[in-house]
């Protein structure tokens, strides 16, 4: 059993247009995350949901907008795609809301390629 | 944001070498977490280190929490090429979402 699971593994797109990635996790867990990983590998916190209340909001574009419908589930949506877009997103989530006993689990990632 | 620089940034070993990689902040943590990611997965937590001086051995990996609580090492004895991937020490300022350090990228040849 996947404990977190994103679709889809690749998108591949063209500029200015509107695309989703779904993240869903089993473990019960409370606060789920979307993380954005460049092409050098860094790993950069966007969002974070806790009990399906946005709780962290880094300092990302309003064309990117998170939705959670339910606690086992964090969506992004992203309008007007940019070249710089491009990236791996990493949904991830957390028993708690953080802290030194808290561990995240990652799910695959997604492969965003915007042409 | 707090900052983790991490070095080496890139590794190349052959098997059977020890290596060390270094996570430095200038700003106090209340816990690390190290994490290895391997090409086309998320990253997995390897261990948290709490307290000041803590020693922690997974195995060959051998992890340690500055005395001072702002930098940590992970050490690998005798590596072997399944210890290949992305190294990434994080930690989370304001208890929430983890801020990583850019990754150190192993590579060990048979």
């Known amino acids: 059993d996947t404990a977190v699971s994103q679709t889809p593994k690749y998108l591949v797109t063209q500029m200015g247009n509107d695309k989703s990635i779904k993240c869903e996790q089993n473990?019960?867990?409370?606060?789920m995350y979307w993380y954005k990983q460049d092409s050098k590998k860094f790993l950069k916190i966007m969002f974070s949901?806790?009990?399906?209340?946005?709780?962290i909001n880094e300092t990302v574009p309003n064309r990117f907008s998170p939705k959670s419908p339910d606690k086992a589930h964090l969506n992004l949506h992203i309008n007007s795609l940019e070249l710089g877009d491009s990236a791996v997103y990493f949904c991830?989530?957390?028993?708690?809301?953080?802290?030194?006993?808290?561990?995240?689990?990652f799910g695959p990632g997604t492969r965003l390629t915007v042409l | 944001t707090q900052l983790l620089e991490q070095s080496p940034q890139f590794l190349s070993i052959q098997e059977g070498e020890n290596l060390t990689v270094y996570c430095n902040s200038s700003?106090?943590?209340?816990?690390l977490q190290w994490y290895r990611q391997e090409p086309g997965e998320g990253p997995v937590l390897l261990v948290t280190?709490?307290?000041?001086?803590e020693v922690k051995k997974l195995k060959r990996l051998t992890f340690q929490f500055g005395d001072a609580r702002k930098d940590s090492s992970l050490h690998i004895t005798a590596a072997q090429p399944g210890d290949t991937g992305l190294y990434l020490c994080?930690?989370?300022?304001?208890?929430?979402?983890?801020?990583f350090g850019k990754g150190t990228s192993l590579l060990v040849t048979p």
């Open positions: 700003s106090v943590f209340s816990s």
């Open positions: 473990l019960g867990h409370d606060t």
């Open positions: 991830a989530s957390s028993q708690f809301a953080g802290g030194p006993s808290d561990t995240q689990y």
């Open positions: 280190v709490v307290t000041g001086g």
């Open positions: 949901y806790n009990n399906k209340e946005l709780i």
């Open positions: 994080a930690g989370a300022p304001s208890g929430y979402a983890l801020n």
